[in-house]
């Protein structure tokens, strides 16, 4: 197993609903599109694939989708959606786990890439996207870009949700790239919250396209969102894709 933290069981029961407005057809339309035509006439690979949140609808556009996933927990609340025939999930980590065949699309999304705690790791990442690749093949992650720029001097936290249902802050550790997320989530209407929290390597753009280098993948694009905007530096994600030579 890898460092990457196991989604329980009833944290796995949550997830779609508590992901209901990132599962919805505005916010999903643009990456199944940009997917979806990288895919071509191939087949895709989805690293750290949940629950379906994009693997299930990609594959309703006719991309045939094949799942790594670390969570059985996610795996099973994904099986409601969807039968293994049509959506083969392989129980495994992303570094590490081989499927059969190769693909002209390998993703991973909402920076689950961070999931994996060490450097290392998140090479191996990168070479086990390249081992599934067909020459001219992409990988494609989309990741946050780490907010230190909202840290002054002393400070280690930085919040990213405050509403009435949800508060969400990040720390972080500058020396060991580590950030904690941090959640208070309304549980009903008692007035408690409940609180979780989970770890993550964050990485930037550029030491991405080291590990992908190292992969033997070549840049080819990087833009801020899944409808192409340009990346520049008040960016606060990206879409990067990196090619297999052919």
């Known amino acids: 197993m890898t460092s990457s933290e196991l989604w329980t069981r009833e944290s796995a029961e949550r997830y779609d609903a508590e992901e209901s407005e990132m599962s919805s057809a505005a916010a999903l339309g643009p990456a199944l599109a940009f997917l979806a035509e990288l895919a071509g006439d191939g087949r895709a690979l989805e690293f750290a694939i949940g629950t379906g949140r994009v693997g299930v609808p990609l594959r309703e556009r006719g991309v045939p989708v094949v799942g790594i996933e670390l969570s059985e927990h996610m795996v099973a609340v994904l099986r409601r959606k969807t039968g293994e025939d049509v959506l083969p999930v392989f129980v495994g980590d992303m570094a590490t786990t081989v499927v059969p065949g190769t693909f002209s699309l390998v993703y991973l999304v909402y920076n689950t890439i961070t999931n994996l705690l060490t450097q290392d790791e998140q090479v191996e990442c990168f070479r086990n996207a390249a081992r599934h690749l067909?020459?001219?093949?992409?990988?494609?992650?989309?990741?946050?870009?780490?907010?230190?720029r909202f840290l002054p001097p002393g400070q280690v936290a930085v919040p990213f949700d405050v509403?009435?249902?949800?508060?969400?802050?990040?720390?972080?550790?500058?020396?060991?790239?580590?950030?904690?997320?941090?959640?208070?989530?309304?549980?009903?209407?008692?007035?408690?919250?409940?609180?979780?929290?989970?770890?993550?390597?964050?990485?930037?753009?550029?030491?991405?396209?080291?590990?992908?280098?190292?992969?033997?993948?070549?840049?080819?694009?990087?833009?801020?969102?899944?409808?192409?905007?340009?990346?520049?530096?008040?960016?606060?994600?990206?879409?990067?894709?990196?090619?297999?030579?052919?």
């Open 134 to 148: 067909a020459p001219g093949g992409r990988f494609v992650i989309e990741l946050g870009v780490p907010p230190l």
């Open 163 to 246: 509403s009435a249902s949800h508060v969400g802050f990040d720390t972080f550790d500058l020396v060991e790239q580590i950030l904690v997320s941090h959640h208070f989530t309304r549980d009903g209407d008692d007035g408690h919250y409940r609180r979780d929290n989970s770890r993550h390597r964050y990485a930037w753009p550029a030491e991405l396209d080291l590990m992908a280098r190292i992969a033997g993948l070549e840049p080819e694009r990087r833009v801020a969102d899944w409808d192409g905007a340009p990346f520049t530096q008040d960016s606060a994600k990206h879409i990067s894709v990196w090619r297999k030579p052919a």
